[in-house]
């Protein structure tokens, strides 16, 4: 769980509207402080913490919220963001039989996992699976894969100690393909340390076999150092997916977040127990709780923040239905919204260079402060005002042009803008405009 300083810092933070850099520091340290005490490598948490108070910093706070509550909800959504991207089931996209590589340190998993693979496998996908052993080194491995190939119910080819890993590869793929076997999985050797030899080793057998998925099996209990297994085997083999083992540990499963960001593959099953059944899809959701331990108040987030999209969706609609219509606070919501994706200049930084380029010949700054002057005079104006624009006769705007600072045509060119938006909005349906907003809010 994250500390008790943290949750304190929570509760403390009453009445703040936004999140800023003073009201953030002190609780950013302590996001920082639990993630490495999950064990999730330095230089992850630390590119972690950045994109979190890139996102955080200016955002509202909606509703109840404080800004306590709203950057827990922020580094929640971006631990299941990052963790979960890419999730799915074993590809088995090839021509069969379909070769699953099995990676790792000696130790993770590799096995044990090759046979909860081949169960999971046969259970859930109906698939026709042969497992072999390119564990030479030690004999007892061989004969390990074998008993727990028999307990997942799949097929197993033999192999002994005095044959190159390579030959073993090629005769059980050869038998594989004779006997229509779906899937081929490939329990290979793992050292207790990165070594080159047996990278290279690894590195081959990939070459040959050209196997559709190249699993890194990795131990969630190893903690920091998770970080240099990962890399070094990204840096030797293209990895499709990761499982992580001994999820049932009292670990914190920090390595989850390490070895994704690392790696850049997806993590696809968690083992969650010696046993043969104890393999489960990864679940990033559950993970980020386990991680981050603040489920009550991730819980509460997401309530609040559902229950004020509602709400918005809720008043919008009935006026709309009511033939209130859309009024300039309406508007101004909007432009605010638009205000908390960013602005408009940060959004053009994630976009892809073209785009960039083409928006060149757009003045972005320009835009950011017509967007910001357009929010000065709604706000000039009084409460009737928005909600009724046409009594703003020249009188009127004379007094909000001076209110926001600006000359009277923009106030006239804003008043149009919005007559133009209130006629689209008249066109559409109020149901319609529900469906559109619960569709917009996931
Ligand atoms: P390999 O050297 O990579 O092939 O690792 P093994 O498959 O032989 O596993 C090493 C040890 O970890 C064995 O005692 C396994 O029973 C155990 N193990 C593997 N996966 C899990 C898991 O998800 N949970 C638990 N509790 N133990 C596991
Ligand atoms: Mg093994």
Redesign the pocket.
């Known amino acids: 769980a994250l500390s008790d300083k943290l949750s304190r810092l929570v509760k403390d933070m009453r009445g703040q509207a936004r999140i800023t850099e003073s009201n953030v520091q002190d609780m950013l340290r302590e996001v920082r402080m639990a993630l490495l005490e999950a064990d999730v490598a330095l230089p992850v948490v630390r590119d972690f913490v950045a994109r979190v108070k890139e996102k955080a910093l200016g955002q509202e706070v909606v509703g109840s919220l404080n800004p306590g509550q709203a950057l827990v909800g922020i580094v929640n959504r971006e631990l299941v963001a990052t963790m979960g991207e890419g999730v799915s089931d074993i590809n088995l996209a090839a021509q069969p039989p379909a070769v699953i590589l099995?990676a790792?340190?000696?130790?993770?998993?590799?096995?044990?996992?090759?046979a909860?693979l081949a169960k999971h496998l046969i259970e859930k996908r109906k698939k026709k699976v042969l497992t072999v052993s390119g564990?030479v080194y030690r004999p007892a491995?061989i004969e390990?894969l074998k008993t727990v190939t028999r307990q997942a119910g799949a097929e197993w080819f033999p192999s002994s100690p005095d044959q190159k890993p390579l030959d073993i590869a090629a005769a059980a793929l050869d038998f594989a393909r004779k006997q229509y076997f779906d899937v081929l999985l490939v329990?290979t050797a793992?050292r207790l340390a990165i070594d080159e030899a047996l990278m290279r080793e690894i590195r081959e057998l990939h070459a040959a076999l050209r196997p559709v998925e190249t699993l890194f099996?990795v131990?969630a209990m190893q903690g920091q150092d998770a970080v240099n297994t990962a890399k070094a085997f990204k840096d030797a083999l293209p990895l499709t997916g990761i499982v992580l083992?001994?999820?049932?540990?009292d670990s914190r499963g920090g390595a989850a977040l390490s070895v994704r960001q690392i790696t850049g593959a997806p993590i696809k099953f968690?083992?969650?127990?010696?046993k043969i059944d104890?393999?489960e899809v990864f679940d990033a959701e559950r993970h980020a709780g386990r991680i981050l331990g603040m489920g009550d108040i991730v819980a509460l987030v997401e309530q609040v923040t559902a229950g004020v999209d509602m709400q918005a969706a809720q008043k919008l609609a009935a006026k709309v239905k009511s033939g209130e219509g859309f009024d300039l606070d309406d508007f101004l919501a909007q432009i605010r919204q638009m205000k908390q994706m960013g602005g408009l200049s940060q959004l053009m930084d994630k976009m892809p260079s073209q785009i960039q380029a083409k928006a060149g010949q757009v003045d972005m700054d320009k835009a950011e402060r017509d967007i910001r002057r357009k929010e000065g005079i709604i706000c000039s104006m009084t409460p009737l005002e928005r909600r009724k624009p046409d009594l703003i006769k020249a009188t009127r705007k004379r007094r909000i042009a001076a209110g926001a600072g600006v000359q009277v045509q923009e106030v006239n060119r804003l008043l149009n803008e919005f007559e133009q938006m209130q006629g689209m909005m008249k066109k559409m349906k109020g149901g319609g405009l529900m469906k559109m907003m619960k569709r917009m809010g996931g």
């Not at 340190?105 to 090759?114: I, P, Y």
């Not at 083992?245 to 540990?249: E, I, L, Q, S, Y």
């Open positions: 099995m790792g340190l000696q130790g993770a998993g590799k096995t044990t996992t090759t909860k564990d491995a390990q329990d793992g099996v131990d083992t001994k999820m049932d540990g968690a083992g969650v127990s010696e104890g393999l």
